[in-house]
């Protein structure tokens, strides 16, 4: 994982940028992500859908909470917005998106290390939860199940 968000906070009169982290999942399988997400390569995109989704966080948090110690952890679910209504109590950088992107439906978590990270020398943070076959499949583009737990196509 690379920290490529920043937040900025003000010190001594100062802008102090913080980099955080944010993975983004959808609370629902729509093919249309693969088109807005496509990679260079059609042919290699795929769904990675996780079925027991308080398992995969169960398994992530002690490995993250190692990473970033003292860290804040936030799983939030997206609120759309129409940009010429917005919002009367303001909008969240972590958890306002335009109404166009709905249909993603979108879930977001975030760590925000507070300054602290066991960063690598290329400044990634790398974590290992192991597998999650168990509670995870992946699908391909055509909606079949190439490996891990789930039904034979995101269809059944």
């Not at 944010?22 to 729509?30: A, T, V």
């Not at 990270?117 to 992946?138: F, N, P, Q, R």
Request: proline letters at 6%; glycine letters at 8%.
């Amino acid at each position: 994982m690379s920290f490529a968000r920043q937040r900025r906070s003000e010190d001594a009169g100062a802008l102090v940028d913080h980099p955080y982290w944010m993975m983004s999942f959808s609370s629902d399988l729509d093919p249309r992500l693969l088109d807005a997400f496509a990679s260079a390569d059609p042919d290699e995109d795929a769904f990675l859908v996780v079925f027991d989704v308080r398992a995969f966080f169960e398994r992530a948090a002690p490995v993250l909470a190692d990473a970033a110690p003292g860290g804040t952890y936030s799983l939030v679910q997206n609120d759309y917005f129409d940009p010429y209504y917005p919002p009367g109590d303001g909008l969240q950088a972590i958890r306002s998106k335009l109404m166009a992107y709905a249909y993603q439906r979108e879930v977001r978590f975030a760590v925000d290390p507070l300054g602290y990270l066991k960063t690598a020398a290329d400044g990634c943070l790398y974590v290992e939860i192991g597998s999650i076959e168990d509670i995870a499949g992946v699908y391909g583009r055509d909606g079949s199940k190439i490996a891990g737990i789930g039904p034979a196509t995101w269809s059944d």
